[in-house]
């Protein structure tokens, strides 16, 4: 049976995505640059209104393990999709892309796959609005044991935390890989879905798993201190390895005492949709491959660097390539 190098558990969204400028986003009543839950019927409308769209599969950490399936590694994605159009053209996507989607389309039932409606303006600011469907109702069913414990690192979306269930798959799914010799982290996904479920965040983190990675909102908002440094040190202390993403400040990674401080090279996107998502990927394809903690957190800075320079949020060239370019790949 197939070894998994990264095994993914979140949200499976189709993304649609779009191009749209300022006084358009203020006309339909869009916040821009967060991401916004919204029901079926404002999906719908958000969807008419679109002027050209590029369909893809989606979800954050579905990009992820996406991106390192792209780099090369046996991965799977576990995730939940409705037996319709969208459901199908994701769970295709995936398999076509090289990443394993554990979780048959469900028949039946009211509802629909889920889609995140993207807009992107001209500066490359995304407004995401999610109607997250079927996703939410993703639990502990739907986490195979035989997958969970073939991953050699497991990695949970924090959105999924909206939910009991979903946190009970996470924990399931946690204690399987780690039981089998695996490690398990998590992405914090929002400064708002921690604020929401802080304490069983923190819990999580201490005791079910081995990383976390995050941006700087979202680790300060972990013990509510504007203080980065005091959040790093709080984190660190209860987690093995902790990673924080900063804009275009240094990535900071944190393992057992050791702290690495990893410059990025300021580009100006063409659309930031993913970025976060694909420095995770090259972070954990590092982490997979025995690289030590510097060169993780400059795989991830090379794939978010690329996913930004064109629209959607996944890989378009091949990035083995680049990190030859950069003289990573001689690091083991």
Do not use: W
């Not at 190098?5 to 995505?17: F, K, L, Q, R, S």
């Not at 201490?206 to 980065?228: P, Q, W």
Request: hydrophobic content about 40%; some cysteine; glycine content about 10%.
């Amino acid at each position: 049976m197939t070894q998994y190098e990264v095994v993914g558990i979140g949200n499976a969204v189709v993304d649609v995505i779009s191009h749209a400028d300022d006084s358009f986003l203020d006309h339909m009543g869009i916040e821009k640059g967060i991401m916004q839950l919204i029901e079926r019927d404002r999906a719908e409308l958000l969807y008419g209104a679109m002027q050209d769209r590029l369909q893809t599969p989606g979800g954050s950490v579905a990009n992820t393990v996406a991106g390192v399936g792209a780099l090369g590694l046996p991965t799977a994605f576990i995730g939940r999709v409705h037996d319709d159009a969208l459901g199908r053209f994701y769970a295709q996507s995936m398999a076509d892309a090289g990443t394993d989607f554990v979780n048959d389309p469900v028949a039946g039932g009211d509802l629909p796959t889920s889609r995140s409606m993207i807009f992107v303006s001209p500066d490359g600011e995304r407004s995401m609005n999610t109607y997250l469907g079927i996703s939410t109702n993703l639990g502990p069913a739907d986490v195979p044991d035989d997958v969970a414990s073939r991953a050699k690192i497991m990695f949970l979306e924090g959105y999924l935390f909206d939910k009991d269930q979903g946190k009970e798959a996470f924990v399931q799914a946690s204690r399987l890989t780690r039981a089998a010799g695996g490690m398990a982290g998590i992405a914090i996904s929002d400064p708002f879905c921690v604020d929401r479920h802080r304490a069983d965040f923190l819990r999580m983190i201490e005791h079910e798993l081995d990383y976390v990675i995050g941006n700087e909102a979202e680790i300060r908002s972990l013990f509510e201190t504007d203080d980065l440094e005091e959040a790093l040190a709080k984190t660190a202390a209860i987690c093995p390895l902790v990673v924080c993403t900063r804009s275009g400040d240094e990535v900071i990674l944190l393992r057992e005492g050791t702290r690495a401080e990893v410059p990025v090279n300021k580009v100006i996107p063409v659309d930031a949709t993913g970025a976060g998502d694909q420095f995770a990927a090259g972070f954990l394809y590092g982490l997979a491959t025995g690289r030590d903690l510097e060169t993780c957190g400059k795989m991830g800075n090379i794939c978010a660097a690329e996913v930004i320079s064109h629209i959607g949020p996944r890989p378009q060239v091949d990035i083995k390539v680049l990190f030859a370019k950069a003289g990573l790949l001689s690091h083991a």
